[in-house]
């Protein structure tokens, strides 16, 4: 719908521009294109003014966004880990070192267990994660460490963003492949403070973050070569007792209480394909059913010979669901002995792309990265590499995806994770079944499927964001909504080389905007955006590892 807007006479648009008005949730949003800057004065009360640069030819361009307070308040940056780890590995140790003065909590000495093969490298964050009693932030870093930090008391009441420091460091041989916390984590209760971390060439081991050493090993070996397993993925279970580890076209359970053994049980998903001997170019499936997970006949085509890349656990219901860098979904009854193979999710499945054949883009990622049930079990959310996309399916319905939540702008090999939380925001504003994740253009997204809302008629079955702000100038790696739903907390970096980097200024010193001559056609733009309101930044040979929590 096109409608006229009350320019001022100094600033009538031309004929060819067009002012497009689209009514979201009672609110009239005004996306201008074409203009490099609008004058406030323009506009009516009630719109939210999108402004829009011209079109850049890098595929990560940003958006800078102008909102009215009234109407939508980004989030507030509450707490940051400042620019410690923008550097080199070597010298963010250094600058941790001196921040923090001794004064950790496990009293780690870093000259003894830093590798010394990667200390030039980009001190990335892998990954964040909130504990279950969100007092504390479980961090993995490039650097083959695994960082706890305590959340302030007063985080929300402070008017300064507050100083992140880790209070204890864990080192690994390794950088992590996957870790998980466990459940009924109390920071008041250090013999709950654990978790699980896989790495290679290593037993799965069971580390307290409270001190550095490994409380508990249990090897994963292979029968005929006797080498290790390594785990792409690890998931406790509902009650704490076992935990399940995702390998090569297997799941084995493991119970935590028996230290140095073995899985108490190995799901497999798949046998090997073995070549026709009459011609060699011909592979015939052999469909595998271990003794344990019965599949019924209309399933044989569950036969998936991939690796388990994530797990997921519904917590009433106990349903399992195994994502796989095949790009399939199985969903067991149970994680236990008596589990029972039920569905297969696959998203290689014709009638998905048929439905989305006109998506302005490929919708087929490089694998499963992550899934989530929603809290009633009826529905799960799957996130892939290298996609673009977030996929929804009604476990009622499995073989046709339910919604695509588009806008994602995660096209890297890179993993940036994806949460799906209950609860999100705070007061009236706060609503339920919403997805947050991270791009390669350091802007949180964030969609709310279950709402109702509809792309627009040229889009249709397509859900974009409905909320976004930017949060980092590097790919943000991961999002984590506190258990409350106020508190989000973003990690991010990328892996650069040593010569690219600049110098930058830290997230807590004010920036100025600075102008820089446009490569293509010699034309001035700005070269600067804001971080959450609050922060100038420039994208241009920085360094942006780092935590930050924000206030919903």
């Not at 001794?102 to 909130?130: A, C, M, P």
């Not at 969100?134 to 695994?146: K, M, P, Q, R």
């Not at 493991?254 to 046998?271: A, C």
């Not at 859900?463 to 506190?482: G, I, N, Q, S, Y």
Request: overall charge neutral; glycine content about 6%.
């Amino acid at each position: 719908m096109v409608s006229d807007l009350p320019f001022p006479p100094q600033r009538k648009p031309k004929k060819r521009d067009q002012v497009c008005c689209i009514l979201l949730s009672k609110e009239s949003i005004i996306d201008f294109k074409g203009y490099e800057c609008i004058s406030s004065s323009s506009l009516r009360s009630s719109d939210i003014c999108l402004f829009v640069s011209k079109p850049q030819k890098q595929s990560c361009s940003k958006m800078a966004e102008a909102i009215r307070p009234e109407i939508w308040k980004p989030p507030r940056l509450v707490a940051g880990t400042g620019d410690i780890y923008q550097t080199s590995i070597s010298k963010s140790h250094e600058r941790e070192e001196n921040s923090l003065n001794g004064k950790i909590g496990n009293q780690l000495d870093y000259r003894k267990v830093v590798s010394k093969t990667n200390k030039l490298g980009s001190n990335v964050f892998r990954s964040i994660e909130w504990t279950a009693d969100g007092t504390s932030l479980v961090a993995i870093t490039e650097d083959n460490f695994i960082r706890t930090f305590i959340a302030p008391p007063d985080l929300l009441t402070s008017s300064a963003p507050h100083h992140l420091l880790p209070y204890s460091i864990t080192p690994t041989p390794t950088t992590p492949f996957t870790t998980s916390l466990y459940p009924f984590f109390t920071l008041s209760d250090p013999s709950t403070t654990q978790l699980l971390t896989s790495t290679h060439s290593q037993p799965i081991h069971l580390r307290n973050l409270l001190y550095p050493h490994i409380t508990a090993s249990y090897p994963l070996i292979h029968l005929t070569t006797e080498k290790y397993l390594t785990p792409h993925s690890l998931l406790w279970t509902t009650t704490g007792t076992h935990f399940l580890a995702g390998t090569d076209s297997q799941i084995h359970l493991f119970d935590v209480t028996r230290y140095n053994s073995g899985p108490l049980e190995t799901f497999t998903t798949g046998k090997k394909r073995k070549s026709n001997k009459s011609n060699p170019k011909t592979r015939v499936p052999t469909f595998f059913s271990s003794s344990t997970i019965q599949s019924s006949s209309d399933l044989d085509n569950a036969n998936t010979r991939s690796i388990i890349s994530a797990l997921s656990l519904h917590q009433q219901t106990n349903t399992l669901a195994a994502g796989t860098f095949s790009r399939r979904v199985l969903l067991y009854s149970s994680p236990y002995q008596d589990g029972v193979l039920t569905n297969v999710i696959n998203l290689n499945s014709t009638k998905t792309h048929s439905r989305f054949k006109n998506f302005p883009g490929s919708i087929r990622g490089n694998g499963i990265t992550n899934i989530s049930f929603t809290e009633n079990g009826n529905h799960l959310v799957v996130a892939e590499r290298r996609s673009n996309v977030v996929f929804i399916y009604d476990l009622r319905y499995p073989a046709e995806v339910w919604s695509v939540l588009v806008g994602r702008n995660a096209g890297t090999n890179q993993k940036l994770g994806v949460s799906y939380c209950s609860s999100y925001g705070t007061g009236d504003k706060r609503v339920s079944g919403v997805v947050v994740a991270g791009g390669i253009d350091g802007i949180v997204r964030v969609w709310n499927p279950f709402e109702g809302c509809k792309g627009e008629e040229e889009e249709e079955g397509y859900l974009k964001p409905k909320e976004k702000f930017v949060a980092a100038r590097d790919p943000v790696t991961a999002v984590a909504v506190h258990p409350c739903g106020e508190v989000l907390a973003t990690s991010s970096g990328q892996r650069k080389s040593v010569n690219l980097q600049d110098e930058t200024e830290s997230e807590f010193d004010s920036g100025s905007e600075d102008e820089k001559e446009d490569e293509e056609g010699g034309e001035k733009r700005e070269a600067e955006e804001e971080v959450g309101g609050s922060v100038k930044l420039s994208d241009d040979g920085v360094w942006d590892n780092g935590v930050r929590v924000w206030a919903l």
